[in-house]
């Protein structure tokens, strides 16, 4: 095999993963523009939900002002719950901060985790603290990623207390109003990505070094039909 097909080779391997890359991570929901946004003291916000088909989660995020587009350290937390609706207690499995040096992904930054693999037909919930910041609920195009169900509680889908760390919440104090999509502080992000701690995603990187090589490519057939033209 030629210098010139191992690059081309290498070239076409790093744009396919980094799209394969980019095709198989989602958050775990997310709309298409924020509805209300409000902010008010420190909420610990958090969403539970049924796992539907096996996953793994990679990232924990926060979301970010529409405005600014600034977090403020925010303390997110993931838990197993210990019973299918996640009224009763959970297990940690991780936890993380999430600030503005994490790029922003739709409309939340997140912070990668070390993977976790989630079972079908387990429960699992996310709990952030707000810190002032804005929070979202009654999104337009509001989606949930198809390999999980949110769950509610009377018909509600968010939990939400007045406290300043991202404990386990059963669902027994504050709820979402009735009939709305929930209240959107934390979120989760799965799949194969890496939020870096700069602006660009590496999936961009990968795809960048396949192009370098396509030109170095052309540039040392270029040089060698040069030296024998000469």
């Known amino acids: 095999m030629t210098r010139k097909s191992l690059l081309w080779g290498g070239a076409y391997l790093a744009m396919s993963i980094a799209l394969a890359t980019s095709a198989s991570a989602d958050p775990g929901w997310e709309f298409t523009t924020p509805g209300n946004s409000f902010t008010n003291g420190q909420w610990d916000f958090a969403t539970a939900f049924t796992v539907n088909s096996d996953v793994t989660l990679s990232g924990l995020g926060y979301y970010a002002d529409p405005i600014t587009g600034n977090v403020d350290s925010n303390a997110v937390a993931f838990y197993q719950c210990a019973d299918t609706a996640c009224l009763t207690t959970g297990t940690l499995l991780a936890s993380a901060d999430v600030t503005d040096i994490y790029p922003i992904n739709g409309h939340f930054r997140y912070v990668t985790i070390s993977p976790i693999d989630l079972v079908a037909g387990v429960s699992y919930e996310v709990a952030g603290v707000s810190n002032s910041d804005n929070y979202t609920w009654n999104d337009p195009g509001f989606a949930v990623n198809p390999a999980i169900s949110i769950l509610d509680t009377s018909g509600q889908e ?8 991202p404990d386990f ?7 979402d109003i009735p009939g709305e999509d929930g209240i959107w502080g934390p979120n989760v992000f799965f799949g194969q990505p890496s939020f870096a701690t700069t602006p660009e995603p590496s999936t961009w990187a990968m795809m960048l070094l396949g192009f370098a090589g396509l ?3 052309g540039y040392r057939t270029a040089k060698k039909s040069a030296a024998l033209a000469a």
């Open 215 to 217: 030109g170095f490519a």
């Open 169 to 175: 919440l059963t669902g027994s104090g504050f709820l």
């Open 158 to 165: 968010s939990r939400w207390a007045l406290i300043g760390t």
